[in-house]
């Protein structure tokens, strides 16, 4: 993949250069969060609790001077194989984001359960019901692009990840139902390498050709990133929870205003890394 262009980051977050135009859709983003059932329980190297980490988002996210239209989570909701008591704590540290009426969208990674997710949150299976089956998948249309929520997990505690040909198919007949609309798609396993998408090249030819997709956001490797391909962005969310190396990697959530022609992603960093443009980066719309 190429990288972005370089300057685009310092394009005006906020409307200085557009200013005419109508207000952004404003989104927070996450991923790799990790939530224990148990509160106090800490890991990785230095030992972090994922709860703690979560609760300083939240915290930020509830001190924005606007609502968000909602919030996504990349997958790895929770702790390390999906259990019941994780997604009632997740339940829990959800709620205040809920009273403020901020609606809240999760995707599938390889650590969590679609089963005790649904458990948990029975609303969100009826979001995916009649779409693909096993899969939690669904269409979130919003005024400015249509987010596809989309399911990577193969099984629980399996690394890599897979579509499947199903969900592919779907997908491809959704956004062909819908071509002359922004598609940003949100899953949680990177496009490519020995623990990412394992049909990568069959997801490819369903995006590549539909120039309405215009980004993938996605988490699992606890990194930020953001890079092109055939103009379609490519987005490593940071990680919330632990971080596989602290060495200049941001822990992070993001701010993302979609507006009709771009995005424009803010990364809120939340353990002092310094970032480009002070993690401010802009991402235009192929045509």
Known sequence: MASSLAGAAALGWGNRIHAQEPGPDRWILLADTHIPGDRDRAEGKPPIKPVEKFAAMRTGVLALDYTPAGLLIAGDCVFLHGEHDDYVTLKEELQPLVDRNIPLHMSMGNHDNRERFWGVFPEHQKRSAGAVEGKHAYILDA?????????????????????????????????????????????????????????????????????????????????????????????????????????????????????????????????????????????????
């Open 143 to 287: 005024p400015r692009a249509t987010w596809f929520v989309l399911d990577s997990n193969r099984e629980t505690d399996f690394t890599p990840g897979e579509f499947g040909a199903a969900q592919l198919e779907w997908l491809a007949n959704e956004l062909d139902q819908r071509p002359g609309k922004p598609a940003l798609l949100m899953a949680h396993h990177y496009p490519e390498g020995e623990n990412g998408l394992l049909d990568f090249p069959a997801f490819w030819n369903v995006i590549q050709p539909r120039k309405q997709v215009k980004a993938y956001f996605y988490g699992h490797s606890h990194v930020w990133s953001q890079q092109q391909r055939e103009g379609i962005h490519f987005v490593n969310l940071p990680g919330l929870a632990w971080l596989f190396s602290e060495a200049g990697v941001p822990r992070a959530w993001v701010e993302a205003a979609v507006h009709n022609d771009r995005a424009e992603l803010g990364v809120q960093v939340m353990n002092g890394v310094s970032l480009p443009e002070g993690g401010k980066y802009t991402l235009p719309w192929r045509t």
